[in-house]
Nanobody, 124 residues
Framework: QVQLVESGGGLVQAGGSLRLSCAASGRTFSSYAMGWFRQALGKEREFVAAISWRGGRSWYTDSVKGRFTISRDNVKNTVYLQMNSLKPEDTAVYYC?????????????????WGQGTQVTVSS
């Protein structure tokens, strides 16, 4: 069992930066691939980024490539999402999630564990 708690969301102006953190409980954190998803008001949850167990591989949706960076610290049981050059369209609730396999890494319904989400609001 893994419990995930996100933090770091907030209100930022367009062009600004935020760093989201997701703290995981449990000794098996390093066995999980971790992902970040977001859900804007009235829209479906969408994939943002993911990282493999040891951090050697990462994946991003096209709209955040070059602006967002996912990383993890398996000693601290934490995964991060550094978000730079934020745009109003990045406004959403951001969720971290974990799964054992890197197969179907983009698919939300393939993830086993989810955090409660943290709100990110980017003003224009």
């Amino acid at each position: 069992q893994v419990q995930l708690v996100e933090s770091g969301g907030g209100l930022v102006q367009a062009g600004g930066s935020l760093r989201l953190s997701c703290a995981a409980s449990g000794r098996t954190f390093s066995s999980y691939a971790m992902g970040w998803f977001r859900q804007a008001l009235g829209k479906e949850r969408e994939f943002v980024a993911a990282i493999s167990w040891r951090g050697g591989r990462s994946w991003y949706t096209d709209s955040v490539k070059g602006r967002f960076t996912i990383s993890r610290d398996n000693v601290k049981n934490t995964v991060y999402l550094q978000m730079n050059s934020l745009k109003p369209e990045d406004t959403a609730v951001y969720y971290c999630a974990g799964k054992i396999s890197i197969a179907s890494i983009y698919a939300a319904d393939e993830y086993d564990y989810w955090g409660q989400g943290t709100q990110v609001t980017v003003s224009s």
